[in-house]
């Protein structure tokens, strides 16, 4: 059956730091993958979406890089601050058709950025 | 506002009971989702509607679980006969749905914390 697992549950690091989260695949052949950042209390945000022909995406801080050999998707947040501080969901999707509305969702990882 | 609009916030129900969880779409968005989140976890597929085509309810965790979406616009969810298990955070999402990659990006609603006594 098709898996996605989020390196961990949970990501702490330094002020300044790069954090890097990773999102791995199996049984599966995404057409393009999605980040979303989720705060508590809130629903998930959209922040970058990379397609399977792309190897890297960035949007300010933000890098994302696919590799469909390693079934693999690293999400960076370089220089980070608090406020980047939330939980990080990675989903895989569908070009056409399929269940779930094209999309699936990790269990994500909380990071935490401490000053 | 223009985002997707999620009522009641709070819903504290008595085990038994029946619950109307409502979702507003983006206008125009013609893909519709609903998710469930329990504490510390991922979101966990419902339903999904897209335009005028059949739902796909291959996520409802049983027949006490129903949703409609009336007009192709606001949707509802359902619970019927609440169990204690059914307490988590129930999330509403809408799409474009046109074409383009762009029309699978979700755009999700505050959600309803739900809690059954």
């Known amino acids: 059956s098709q898996k996605i697992e989020q390196n961990s549950e949970a990501l702490n690091i330094q002020e300044g730091k790069t954090a890097t989260l990773t999102c791995n695949y199996t049984n599966y052949s995404p057409a393009y993958l999605q980040w979303y950042r989720q705060d508590p209390g809130r629903g998930p945000v959209f922040l970058l979406l990379?397609?399977?022909?792309?190897k890297e995406k960035r949007k300010e801080r933000l890098k994302v890089t696919f590799d469909t050999t390693l079934k693999q998707s690293l999400f960076h947040i370089t220089a980070s601050q608090p406020a980047d501080s939330a939980t990080y969901l990675c989903a895989l999707g569908r070009a056409y058709g399929g269940s779930q509305g094209n999309l699936i969702f990790g269990k994500g990882t909380k990071l935490s950025v401490k000053p | 506002g223009a985002g997707v609009s999620q009522s009641p916030s709070n819903k504290v129900t008595e085990k038994g009971k029946d619950v109307e969880l409502r979702c507003d779409p983006i206008?125009?968005?013609?893909?519709l989702y609903w998710y469930r989140q329990s504490l510390g976890q991922g979101l966990e597929f419902l339903i999904y509607f897209q335009g005028n085509s059949a739902p796909d309810k291959s996520g409802l965790p049983s027949d006490r679980f129903s949703a409609e979406r009336t007009g192709g616009s606001v949707s509802t969810l359902t619970i019927q006969r609440t169990q204690q298990e059914d307490s988590a955070v129930y999330l509403c999402?809408?799409?474009?749905?046109?074409?383009?990659?762009?029309?699978?990006?979700?755009?999700f609603g505050a959600g309803t914390r739900l809690s059954v006594l």
């Open positions: 990379i397609r399977e022909n792309e």
């Open positions: 999402a809408s799409s474009p749905g046109t074409s383009g990659l762009a029309k699978n990006i979700q755009y």
């Open positions: 206008s125009g968005h013609t893909a």
